[in-house]
Structures are given as C-alpha cells and as structure tokens.
C-alpha cells in the first residue's frame, strides 16, 4: 500500500511524542510499504507555504512551511495548506491516510480525504479537537471539564488567547452558520449591532461563538474519518461525551520501539535516584517536583531533572529559583536514542503532570526499562500506573503528597523489587503496526465498497 502519514511536526527538529512515535510507525511500516510523512515546518512569513521535501533514514518526507495563523479561523482551518495537500496527493496517489495530528495543518484534510473517496484513520494525541488550549487547562491551571458545547470557552483565558486573531476571516462559512455565530453573539451580550464590528473589538464573548463555532467544525470533520483511535480509555470516553460518533472510536494504546531496553542493565547506586524526563514546562508539574523534594531534606534521594531549558525559557528560570535541595540536578536535554542510557541511573521516574495526559511516552520508556513510576492521578496516567502494583499515584497538583510519595520510597527501597514484578509488558511498535496494517486493509476494503454503493 500507498500510506500517507500525516502529522504536525517531524524530526529532526522536532522530537516530542507524537513526531517519535511517528517516525517508528512509518520505519516500520516502510518494510512491507511505501510511507510517505505531510507535515508542517516553522519559518519565516517570506517563505509562508513554501513545500519543501526531504528524505529522514529513507521516509520521503514533505513539508510545509508556516509562520503564525492571521485569523482565528485559520488555527483549525487554512485554505491555502489544504489546497497544498490537495496538490501533494495528486502526485503520491495514496491509498489510506493516517492523520497522527493537525495543529498547525488544517483540520479540513480529514475531509478532503473524505471528498476523494480515499479511507482515513486518525490517531488522537491530545484535547486539539475540543480544546483550543489544547490541554483542557484553565488559567488558574484548573482541570476544564468540557467545553459544554463550547460555550465554556466563554470565559476561559487559557481557551481564548486568540482573542489577537479575531477578525472577519470566517466569510467563508455558509449562511446557516454565520447566523447561528450572530444569534450566539446576541444571546452573549445583547446590544451589539453587527457581527464585524464585535470581531474588530476584544469583546470575549466573540471569540466564545467562534469557539463554539470551532467545536462544531472539528467534531463533524472528526466524525468523517473512518476510524478515530484514543490510546487510553479516559480519552476516549472524553471525546465521545464531546460529540465523537461512539462507533467511529476505539481504544487501542501505542506501541513503542523496544530496540534500546533489549540488552539493559541498571547501574546501582548507594542512594535512590528519581527521574523526571521531558518537556519542562509548566502544564508538566516540574515545580510540583521540585517543591515536594526541598521539603525532604534527605542525603537517600536524588532527583535528576532532564529537559531542554529552552522550551520555556520564563518557566525554566522560575524553577531553577525555587530549587533549594543540593540533592536536585539539573541534566539538561537529551536525545531519545539515548534514554535507555538515561534511565539506567535512575530508579524511580516521576511523572508529576498537572493536566489530562493521554499515553505518555515517559511512562512507557519506563516500564520497558523495568522502572516503576509516581504520577498523578488523573487522565491515561491513572490507566498505566496502578497505585502500588507497579507504581504509586498522588493528587494531582499536590507537592505534599508526592513528597509523601517519594519519602516512602527513600524509606523503604525494597519496595522497588515489588513494584518492579507489577509491571506489565509494553506493546512493541512491531506488535502496534501489525495490528495498524490490518485496520487500514480493513478501512481500504470499506472505502472501496462505500465507492461502489455510491
């Protein structure tokens, strides 16, 4: 088969989740077919749109350059991307898409797809599609419910920082929905004349009805993939109370590349050693961290922090100032090909996330390497970890009771033995495209029928 990949970002110079995973589900996949990577690139305006294609250890990647959305319509919405790719899949002619993520693309690819008769799946990574924010995070770093039609939005600062990219730019949506927007601004705050002039303004309840506008949008085209797939349970039950069509959604978890755990072997130490990895900024709890570990003041415990200071800058500098414990190290950033050789001097990983996480990579990076985890108890991190079966859970966004936590582990480190034997076996990327390959021959035999029905 012809399988097109399509996500956000891609390595090298992006490295989170989601680009990971994507880069060794395509490796794979390019044993038995051809795999081609759509994705955006960051850069100047001068070269806005600007395609640009390369080769990554032999996946024929095509990129996109984009600066900065000029309206609030194109955060979920660019014309000019989707006639891009319209132009791209007219040269590769694939046979199934795999959307892995579309911010900063163009959520309408999915229904481009749908226009051409070409099956789709789409693999959800985050909150994108019902969460302007993205992480369903209020501003007082509070967990958002819902968006309750979008209408939470309203009045939430963390939803709404688009409020700079409200403009006029939504004339191209059909009559029904620009009075639906003018019937919402009304019901919002009454007395405002015209639709064009409250967009002009920083009126909050305009950009409320264009959030409310955006829900609708993303959930339809969402509902027009073939297959929408959560990696964990709680996500899956949030999107389907959001609106997702319940036969369109299942629940099947990453797989993960395990080459680097085959030969691992931990270095001992005389003192426990606990780990945070990843992006240090705050939506990931690293102060949460940090303040619970200045209130041990205990010479059994290390905490290693790795993490690119770059990411947040602001954030970064904040945490280094609260930092009191001598016992607390900052490692800097790393390359994922290196983590086995990181988590070889660690013996407990922490993952202290103040917000919905779906799969994450950390936990596991950790498992693979025979490592239990302390983390919050809340989203898919509460699905992984089972609270002293191979890890321990703590309330979300308290720094007392992951000091708790981690002072019983300092306490009583035998019972990293026993937790060790809890964990259980990660799905391999082998095993997850295994599975991949047969939903999209089945999706493809589907796609094929549908054509000939119609």
């Not at 693309?105 to 797809?113: F, G, P, Q, R, T």
């Not at 419910?145 to 939803?159: D, F, M, N, Q, V």
């Not at 959930?219 to 039950?237: C, Q, T, W």
């Amino acid at each position: 088969m012809k399988i097109l990949q399509v996500v956000h970002y891609f390595l090298p110079r992006h490295r989170a989740g989601t680009e990971i995973y994507t880069y060794h589900l395509a490796k794979e996949l390019a044993k038995r077919h051809q795999v081609f990577i759509f994705c955006s690139e960051d850069g100047p305006a001068s070269e806005r749109y600007l395609m640009k294609e390369d080769n990554i250890s032999g996946l024929s990647v095509c990129r996109i350059t984009y600066d900065r959305p000029q309206g609030f319509i194109e955060t979920f919405k660019n014309d000019v991307i989707e006639e891009r790719f319209e132009q791209y899949l007219d040269r590769i002619q694939p046979d199934i898409i795999h959307f892995q993520h579309l911010f900063r693309l163009s959520a309408s690819l999915i229904s481009v797809a749908k226009m051409r008769g070409i099956p789709s799946l789409l693999t959800l990574a985050d909150y994108w599609f019902i969460c302007p924010q993205i992480q369903m995070l209020k501003p007082n770093l509070e967990l958002c419910p819902g968006p309750e039609g979008g209408i939470s939005c309203l009045t939430c600062g963390s939803a709404v920082p688009f409020i700079y990219y409200v403009s006029d730019s939504f004339s191209f949506l059909p009559k029904p929905s620009r009075q639906m927007i003018q019937k919402l601004l009304h019901w919002a705050k009454k007395g405002i004349p015209n639709i064009k002039s409250l967009l002009k303004s920083s009126y909050p309840e305009a950009t409320g009805s264009l959030t409310y506008f955006r829900l609708q949008y993303l959930l339809g085209v969402l509902n027009m993939a073939n297959l929408v797939i959560a990696p964990s349970r709680f996500l899956r039950e949030k999107f389907l109370a959001a609106g997702v069509n319940q036969e369109k959604i299942i629940h099947s978890d990453y797989g993960f590349n395990q080459l680097p755990f085959k030969n691992f072997t931990p270095k001992s130490s005389d003192h426990l050693r606990f780990g945070f990895i990843g992006t240090i900024t705050e939506n990931k709890g690293v102060h949460l961290l940090i303040e619970a570990f200045n209130k041990l003041n205990d010479e059994r415990g290390e905490l290693r922090i790795y993490g690119s200071p770059e990411v947040d800058p602001k954030y970064f500098s904040r945490i280094e100032r609260l930092v009191k414990s001598p016992r607390i190290k900052f490692l800097g950033g790393f390359a994922n090909e290196d983590i086995a050789k990181i988590l070889s001097e660690v013996d407990m990983i922490v993952v202290p996330s103040i917000w919905w996480e779906n799969s994450p990579l950390t936990i596991h990076e950790a498992f693979m390497a025979k490592i239990p985890v302390i983390t919050s108890n809340i989203g898919g991190m509460a699905e992984l970890v089972q609270d002293g079966v191979n890890g321990y859970l703590f309330k979300v966004g308290d720094s007392e009771n992951l000091r708790d936590k981690i002072k019983s582990m300092i306490d009583k480190p035998e019972l990293i033995a026993e937790l060790k034997k809890g964990i259980p076996p990660v799905k391999s990327i082998e095993e997850n495209t295994a599975e991949l390959e047969s939903i999209y021959k089945s999706i493809k035999i589907q796609g094929v029928a549908g054509s000939s029905r119609e």
